[in-house]
Structure formats: structure tokens, C-alpha cells
């Protein structure tokens, strides 16, 4: 198997917000949103539901820049990154953890509303 296939995560979905950008030296960016993808299934009675799943995502550099420039929220995207994972200490003490998909490359196939 290749290694590009160990950490590969690819999805299809719509913005549930508008990118968070944070800006750093020497013009890097780091932007931030939530991707939502929503599975349809007939239950035991034969009735459609949807579950929805809620994913944040994290882009750098000039792609930053991209999703700062041309992505809003409910904007159809396709992406593909690798699963990342880290922890923090919360203002109590307290550590929490966070999932999160660092997108490598992004296709939107919805445009921006203007």
C-alpha cells in the first residue's frame, strides 16, 4: 500500500461557516471552518433519515488565502488532507482534544454568492 493512502481523508460537503483567517508573518495564513456531510439511510421502518456529520478543517499557507478569498458559508466544497490530532490545556486546567482534517488541496463546486 503507499503511504499516501495511511493519513488520507477526503470529503464532500458544505461550509457550515465562514472561514475564521488568522494571519501570521511573512504572509502566512491560517484559516479555519466546519465542513458538514449529511448520509442518507431508510431505517427498519422504511423511512428516509439523514445523519449529519460536523468536521473542522484547517488549511495554511496560499490555500489559506484562497478560502479567505473565495469561500463562504454553505458553499459546496471537496477536499482532501490528513487526519490530524493535538491537545490543550483549557483556561481551568483542564485538557481537551481536538480532531481535526488539515486540508492539502480544496475544490469548490458551488460559487460564492455575491
Known sequence: MKSSLKNSVR??????????IKSFGN???LAKFSVATTET???TKGEKEQVTQWHNIVVWGKLASVVEKYMQK?????????????SYMDKSGNKKYITEISATQI???SKKAS
Do not use: C, V
Open 107 to 109: 475544490q469548490m463546486l
Open 27 to 29: 504572509d502566512q495564513k
Open 41 to 43: 439511510y431508510k431505517n
Open 74 to 86: 454553505g458553499q459546496q466544497i471537496a477536499l482532501e488532507g490528513q487526519l490530524t490530532s493535538r
Open 11 to 20: 470529503l464532500i460537503g458544505n461550509l457550515g461557516m465562514d472561514p475564521n
